[in-house]
């Protein structure tokens, strides 16, 4: 009977050590458990605030793009508008410096036409009488004073052309004189031997022409006689009988 306790006893110990001995070793599977769940936790918080920070940071970088492009297209703007005001302003001052000039030339236009007149009224009411000469080749030419600032006489051997300058862009011929014949012009006489012919032309007149410078003109081509009466007056000159 003792015997029999004694084995009972010693197999109650033995179930309490391997029970001891299970739970020790579940304990330690639950720890061991515990911690590769901690591990994994840590991992996936690190990955997690990685990829936040990422996504954060590309945001940032996004954001500071957007603000850059919004700033340049801002500073473009402004500097656009700035130029087209700038381009208006000197626009303005172009077209003012225009009018300006554009008054200024016609305020010495009109001067101009104004002391042009002057001087055209006062060599129409000089004296006629008063002459200067040209010494052509075959005769010497005498011509009123009064014109030979606006006068401009070409001469050859055998002829002299008068041309009225009172335009100096635009001459006008008032009369030939000529040694020799000149066709629709008319023999004057004859000096020393010497055959003398005389042209004059019929003048005609631009739309622009003033009044002043046509009577000018006109006077001109009258004052011929005066060239006539000079040489009807020289020395050996005769007259043709009409």
Excluded at 178 to 201: A, F, H, N, R
């Amino acid at each position: 009977m003792a015997n029999a306790k004694h084995i009972k006893g010693q197999d109650d110990t033995r179930a309490a050590s391997t029970e001891a001995s299970g739970r020790h070793t579940s304990g330690g599977k639950h720890a061991c458990g515990d911690r590769r769940t901690a591990v994994i936790a840590a991992v996936i918080v690190v990955a997690i605030v990685a990829v936040l920070a990422v996504v954060l940071g590309g945001l940032g970088s996004s954001g500071v793009l957007s603000s850059g492009s919004e700033q340049a297209i801002v500073t473009e703007g402004s500097d656009a508008a700035s130029g087209q005001a700038s381009g208006s302003a000197a626009a303005d001052a172009e077209e003012s410096g225009s009018s300006s000039a554009a008054a200024a030339a016609g305020g010495e236009s009109s001067a101009e036409d104004s002391s042009a007149e002057d001087a055209a009224s006062e060599r129409l009411s000089a004296d006629p009488s008063k002459t200067f000469t040209e010494q052509a080749d075959f005769a010497a030419l005498s011509y009123p004073q009064r014109w030979k600032d606006v006068c401009r006489i070409e001469t050859d051997k055998s002829s002299a052309r008068y041309y009225a300058t009172v335009r100096p862009d635009e001459e006008v011929l008032l009369f030939t004189v000529s040694s020799q014949p000149i066709d629709g012009g008319s023999l004057l006489g004859s000096l020393d031997g010497q055959d003398l012919y005389l042209k004059t032309e019929e003048p005609s007149f631009g739309k622009d022409w003033q009044e002043y410078e046509k009577s000018e003109v006109l006077a001109m081509l009258e004052d011929v006689n005066v060239l006539i009466d000079g040489l009807t007056a020289t020395p050996g000159f005769t007259a043709t009988d009409n």
